[in-house]
Every structure is written in structure tokens, then in C-alpha cells.
């Protein structure tokens, strides 16, 4: 089997280099890299986002993951670069812990998204991070699509990094996907059976008129418009590297093992996109700790054990791509470090919120 290829997006959050404040410095954080063409990556890019106060950052596909980190890690070595030129630096948080009104970037999309979508928008200061795994057809992508529905949210909790809100503690793990949710047309799906199925339903969400256009297509997995992969958005920007890493991984593994089901015509899971809901939200709350829904029985367990059923599951993928060996330490490491949420919440019960948005700044880039 020829390996996947891999890529990821990166939200980051821009913020106050001496108060941790969330800054409006997308567009001189961009011109900096326009004339510092040259200090910057030649692989990957650095783009705008939906507000002035966050950039995104993407790697190119790749199918060595040692390839990957380096890159992730030489982004946002060169994007917090860019951004102390103007006094700020970027901090890997799925929300700003501290208060923000958002400004939302001079673009005529973002502004019919306001006009559309009122607060939503205009509120909607969050990171994600974007896991692209490469697939031959879009037939084996909504194969795919159809078969990793009721994992995701494991993602999701191992991902979770954004406890607060507006200066508040939110009391969930990742609060980014409840605001985030809010979108009508996020969240998982029911399976769709083949790629007329798919792309009937996603033209019927357009003809409601409740959304813009079909990039509005805001699923916790779809197939992307611009690139030959499946596009896995169900993620919190994680704090660590090391922790999107583990969740590029594990998103890559999860699509060998779902085309390697599709390819012996094993059936698709059948549970509800409502459970897969209802998963969802068990993961914002608590990320890894307490307890996760088990992906195909929707029965509560704790975290770890459901972590520990997604490996098993992915395993026989890991181990034809090499990647067992990396997983089952990083699951170890995540294991005794803990999410960025908990990381969030002990730092700054040390120092306070401000000190723990510059703390967290700096683990950023390590």
C-alpha cells in the first residue's frame, strides 16, 4: 500500500507580546512575510482568516511525518517571527482566553458572512486545526467520509485546547466547537452512501439559502474542493506540536482503515449523526478527562480506554505506515502531560490569564 499523503492548517491566534491581549496585526503580519520572502519557509503558505486578530498557517503533503513536524515547527517559528515585528506573537489557543471584540478581515466573503450570519460571525474568533489526507477518487473519499464519522470525536478530545471565553472559564474542554457550532451547516453527518449522495446533499444545504455558497460546507469531515484529499476539520488548534502531530497521524490511519473496510465491502458504522452529536459534545466538555462515548456503541467510557479502542482500531494502518512506535509514545506523552485545556487551566491558576496567553505563546514555537 503506497503511503498517504498529509497536510495540515493551523489557526493561530495573533496576541499583545506584553499583555497577551488578541491584536489586530493579521494584515502587517502578512506584509512582513510579503517582504521577508526570503526568512520565510519555501514550502507551505501563511493566509488571512475570517478576523484581524489570527492567521493560518499550512504545510504541504507530505507522506513522511517527521517531514510534517518539521514543517509545522518551522511555520510557526517563521509566522511568531513575523509577528514580533509588530509587537505580537502567535499563540496555538482555540479561543482567546482573555476578552476580544473581533474585527473581522477586509474581505467581501467575510463581510456577506456578517451581514448572513450576524453575531455568529462577528463572534467567531476561534482556531482549528485541518487535517488533509490524501485519497485517489471521491468514491474512496466519501467511503472514507461514511466510516471515520464516529471517531472523530476522539479527535476532538485529544485535541482539545480552548477551556476559556471572553476572560471566563467556559467549564468545557473545547469551547471553540460549541461557538464554532453554531455555523448551520456544522457537525457530523449521517453516512452518505456514495459520491451522488454526498454531493446531493451538500447542493440541497445550499438551496435552503441558509448558506452562502458550497465552501460553507462546514462538516467535521468533507471532501475538499481544492485538493485530491478528505479534509478533517472536527480539531482544536493544539498548543503542542507534538499533539497535532499525533492527531495528523491518527487522521491518516484512520483513512487507511476505512478504505482498507471499503475495499473488502464491509458496511459503513450505522450510528446517528445524532450521537455522533451528542459524542461530540462529550468531548468538548471534558476532553480527556472523564469520559467519551465509545464510537459504535455510543456507551460512556473513560477517556482513555475509548483512546486506547481508536488505536486498536487504526493499528494494523499504523503499523504499515511505521507510525506505531510514534503514536504509542506521543498517546503516552499526552497521557502525563495532559490537553492544552488542562495545561491552560494549571497555568493559569499559577499566574492568571494574561501571563498563561504568553506562557502558552512561547510553547507555541518550544
Known amino acids: 500500500m503506497a503511503v498517504r499523503t498529509v497536510g495540515v492548517e493551523e489557526e493561530l491566534l495573533l496576541v499583545d507580546a ?19 520572502a ?17 492567521i493560518e498557517i499550512d504545510t504541504d503533503p507530505v507522506t513522511a511525518i517527521d517531514e510534517l513536524e518539521a514543517q509545522l515547527r518551522g511555520w510557526r517559528r517563521a509566522a511568531d517571527d513575523l509577528a514580533r515585528r509588530t509587537g505580537a506573537r502567535i499563540a496555538a489557543l482555540a479561543t482567546s482566553p482573555l476578552p476580544v471584540a473581533p474585527e473581522i478581515t477586509v474581505k467581501s466573503r467575510y463581510q456577506a458572512m456578517t451581514e448572513h ?21 471521491p468514491e474512496e473519499g466519501v467511503a472514507v467520509l461514511d466510516r471515520i464519522r464516529p471517531w472523530l470525536p476522539v479527535l476532538l478530545a485529544i485535541s482539545a485546547n480552548s477551556p476559556y471565553w471572553q476572560g471566563q472559564d467556559t467549564g468545557y474542554a473545547s469551547f471553540r466547537s460549541q461557538a ?23 447542493d440541497a444545504l445550499v438551496a435552503t439559502g441558509a448558506l452562502l455558497d458550497h465552501a ?30 499525533l492527531v495528523a497521524t491518527l487522521a491518516r490511519a484512520l483513512v487507511d482503515t476505512a478504505v482498507t473496510s471499503w475495499r473488502h465491502h464491509a ?63 506521543a498517546w503516552a506523552e499526552l497521557r502525563h502531560r495532559g490537553t492544552g485545556a488542562a495545561t ?14 504568553l506562557r502558552a505563546a512561547g510553547a507555541t514555537t518550544d
Open 18 to 36: 506584553r499583555t497577551g491581549e488578541p491584536r489586530s496585526v493579521a494584515v502587517a503580519v502578512l506584509a512582513n512575510a510579503e517582504r521577508a
Open 216 to 245: 460553507m460546507i462546514y462538516f467535521d469531515a468533507r471532501l475538499s474542493d481544492r485538493y485530491p484529499t478528505v479534509e478533517l476539520r472536527v480539531a482544536d488548534v493544539c498548543l503542542n506540536v507534538a499533539d497535532t502531530v
Open 38 to 54: 526570503t526568512d520565510t519557509p519555501d514550502w507551505g503558505s501563511i493566509e488571512d482568516e475570517l478576523q484581524q486578530q489570527q
Open 117 to 137: 450570519f450576524g453575531l455568529t460571525t462577528s463572534e467567531q474568533l476561534t482556531c482549528g486545526c485541518h487535517v488533509h489526507v490524501g485519497v485517489e477518487s
Open 180 to 202: 464554532w457550532n453554531r455555523f448551520p451547516s456544522a457537525g457530523p453527518t449521517d453516512a452518505f452512501g456514495s459520491v451522488e449522495g454526498y454531493r446531493s446533499y451538500a
Open 267 to 329: 458496511p459503513a458504522p450505522t450510528v446517528p449523526a445524532g450521537l455522533i452529536r451528542l459524542a461530540n459534545w462529550r468531548a468538548a466538555r471534558s476532553g480527556l478527562d472523564g469520559q467519551l462515548l465509545e464510537p459504535l456503541t455510543s456507551r460512556p467510557q473513560p477517556a482513555a480506554d475509548v483512546v486506547t479502542t481508536l488505536l486498536e482500531h487504526v493499528r494494523p494502518a499504523l503499523v504499515e505506515a511505521g507510525d506505531l512506535d510514534r503514536v504509542t509514545a
Open 344 to 357: 491552560q487551566r494549571a497555568w493559569a491558576a499559577d499566574h492568571g490569564l494574561a501571563a498563561m496567553v
